[in-house]
C-alpha cells in the first residue's frame, strides 16, 4: 500500500525541505503534495530544487491564502492513493514512520485510520525535550471519542495520523470555518464515525517543530476560537445522527468550559438559545431542558427553596 503524504505550506521556506525530504524517504510514500497557501517567500522555489517525481505541488485558485482547512482539504481532494498521512510544513517524519501502521491496517482489517506519538523540537532552545504528544494507552475504536473528550488519556497531533482516504467521505473535510484546532475537530469525528486503532505511543514517529512564528505560543488564538470547535463537532454529531448520550456528553463539556467563564446569567442564556438552534435535534430533545441555565443555576437561583 502506497501513502500520499500531504503538507500544507505558507511562508516555510526555512522548513520545508527537511518536511519534504523526511516524507520522502519514506520506502511507503508514493507522492507528496505540497499544497501552497498562499505563500510570499521562497517555499516553493525550495520545493522545486527536490528533483523527485513524488512531489507534487498545488495552489488555490489565484494563489491565494485560504487557511490550513482548505489547503489540507485541496490534498484530499487531489491525492491519488487510498491511505493519507499529513505533515505541517516545519514539522518532520522520523525514519520508519509508517512501518507499524501498515501491519496494523493488515492485522485489523476494519481500520481505518491509526495514531501515533508525536514529539516536540523546540529550535529556540538546547535543552532535550522528551515530552509527547500522544494517547497515554491502547484505546479501543468505540472508547476513544469519550475519552478525548474528557482528556482521559491525552490526545493525538496531526503528524502521527494515517486514515483511509475513504473516513473522509464519512466524516467530511476539514472546517474551513475553524482558524485553530481544525485538526481536533476532525479527529472527534473522525473517532465517531470511524474505527482508529492506536499505534506507537511510547515514542514519536515524527517531530512537531516549535519555533516563534507557529501558533504553538499563541493562546489567546486558541482561547478566542476554542467553543466555535466544540460546537462544530456538536452540529455535526446532529446531523450524523450520532447518539444523544454522546451529544449530552458534548453539552456537557462546553457548559463546564462556560461556567468557568463566569459570565451573567443572561448570557448564558442567550448561548443556551444558540446552541438550542444549532440543530433542532438539540432544540427537540430533554437536552433542551437540562441544560436550560435556569435549571442548572436552581440552586443558586432559588437559593431560598434549598
Not at 513524488?54 to 481532494?77: C, D, F, M, P, Q
Not at 437536552?287 to 441555565?293: A, D, Q, R, T, V
Amino acid at each position: 500500500m502506497k501513502i500520499s503524504v500531504i503538507i500544507p505550506a505558507f511562508n516555510s521556506e526555512s522548513f520545508i525541505n527537511k518536511a519534504v525530504e523526511s516524507a520522502l524517504s519514506q520506502k511507503e510514500v508514493g507522492e507528496v503534495l505540497v499544497i501552497n497557501d498562499g505563500s510570499t517567500d521562497n517555499t516553493i522555489l525550495e520545493v522545486q530544487k527536490i528533483k523527485d517525481s513524488r512531489v507534487k505541488i498545488y495552489h488555490h485558485e489565484n494563489k491565494v491564502n485560504k487557511g490550513r482547512s482548505a489547503t489540507r482539504n485541496l490534498g484530499i481532494i487531489r491525492s491519488s492513493f487510498n491511505l493519507l498521512a499529513f505533515l505541517d510544513a516545519d514539522d518532520y517524519f522520523l525514519p520508519y514512520r509508517f512501518e507499524n501502521d501498515l501491519k496494523l491496517l493488515e492485522t485489523y482489517p476494519r481500520s481505518e485510520g491509526i495514531y501515533n506519538a508525536v514529539g516536540f523540537d523546540f529550535i529556540n532552545s538546547n535543552e532535550l525535550n522528551e515530552d509527547l504528544y500522544t494517547v497515554t494507552k491502547e484505546v479501543k475504536p468505540e472508547e476513544l471519542f469519550l475519552g478525548l473528550l474528557d482528556g482521559k488519556f491525552g490526545h493525538f497531533q496531526i503528524d502521527g495520523l494515517t486514515v483511509k482516504k475513504a473516513a473522509f467521505e464519512k466524516v467530511g473535510l476539514f472546517n474551513t470555518d475553524l482558524e485553530v484546532a481544525e485538526d481536533t475537530d476532525i479527529f472527534w469525528k473522525l473517532s465517531l464515525l470511524c474505527n482508529l486503532y492506536t499505534g506507537i505511543i511510547n515514542h514519536p514517529v515524527a517531530m512537531r517543530v516549535v519555533h516563534n512564528n507557529n501558533v504553538f505560543y499563541r493562546k489567546d488564538v486558541y482561547e478566542k476560537f476554542r467553543y466555535n470547535m466544540y460546537e462544530s463537532v456538536l452540529k455535526w454529531s446532529c446531523e450524523h445522527k450520532i447518539e444523544l448520550d454522546v451529544i449530552d456528553r458534548i453539552l456537557r463539556r462546553i457548559w463546564i468550559l462556560k461556567h468557568t467563564d463566569e459570565v451573567s446569567l443572561f448570557e448564558e442564556i442567550k448561548y443556551w438559545w444558540f446552541l438550542c438552534f444549532l440543530h433542532k435535534r438539540i432544540f427537540f430533545s430533554v437536552l433542551s431542558i437540562k441544560y436550560f441555565p435556569i435549571i442548572r443555576r436552581r440552586k443558586k437561583v432559588f437559593s431560598f427553596l434549598y
